[in-house]
């Protein structure tokens, strides 16, 4: 289960890669649970996220806004509509960047966000697992062997609490790698294996406007001879001091 990914720093990346404007400052390389990331979604749903609570994605008043894309600004880690309080959302969010899809559809904290259709992309360069083979965590960077980035399925949720206070969170989904030729050596021994949904680039329209009954469809593995895991040691590439705080 990976906790740690990492951004797209190139602007003309995200306009190539996934037909969106870029932000106006990429953020942080290294994104940790509980920090400000980004997903991609269609206008229609931008638009419902930035004008009502709890609003699911609605149906677009013409072709264009079908199919144009938007970056969403966000918090990397689910707040589900139902948490109670802020703090309560502090707490849970960490626990919620990852949802496994073959649970998704049914698990208390992500049901909502299948069911309702709330689908997105999130771009990143790679991703990190820890290859704990030698008996010491050694964390590894995942990316392409094309060196182009990653467009990973995941659900987006808007959470606002009695004050007013609005949080829009994401998370990746995740889908079983115990016989991925190359994601089954991370993780902790004897668990289960997992990794992020890697869409493939002519699918993301189709997963963000797809049923809930056809998109588990798109949870597949993505091919191990199109990814390349190599060890990191600086130390930006490591958990930080209190992450979880």
């Not at 404007?21 to 638009?47: M, N, S």
């Amino acid at each position: 289960m990976s906790t740690h990914y990492e951004t797209l720093q190139q602007a003309d990346t995200y306009r190539e890669a996934f037909a969106v404007e870029p932000p106006e400052a990429p953020g942080e390389r290294h994104l940790w649970p509980r920090k400000p990331g980004f997903f991609i979604v269609h206008a229609a749903t931008a638009t419902a996220l930035a004008q009502a609570p709890g609003a699911a994605p609605e149906t677009p008043t013409d072709a264009s806004a079908a199919t144009t894309r938007m970056l969403v600004p966000a918090q990397w880690g689910l707040v589900p509509h139902w948490v109670k309080s802020a703090s309560d959302a502090k707490l849970r969010a960490p626990k919620l960047v990852n949802a496994k899809s073959d649970l998704a559809s049914t698990g208390t904290a992500f049901r909502d966000a299948w069911l309702n259709g709330q689908r997105c992309i999130v771009p990143m360069a790679a991703f990190y697992e820890d290859d704990l083979r030698s008996g010491k965590a050694v964390p590894t960077r995942v990316a392409r062997v094309d060196g182009k980035p990653m467009g990973v399925a995941g659900l987006w949720a808007r959470w606002q609490g009695a004050d007013g206070e609005v949080i829009i969170s994401y998370c990746l989904l995740t889908v079983n790698a115990n016989n991925h030729a190359l994601l089954h050596r991370y993780g902790q021994p004897g668990s289960e294996k997992s990794m992020p949904a890697i869409l493939n680039e002519g699918a993301y329209d189709a997963w963000l406007t797809a049923r809930p009954d056809k998109a588990k469809e798109f949870m597949r593995q993505y091919a191990a001879q199109s990814l390349l895991a190599n060890p990191v040691e600086k130390k930006a590439d490591k958990v930080p001091q209190g992450w979880l705080g």
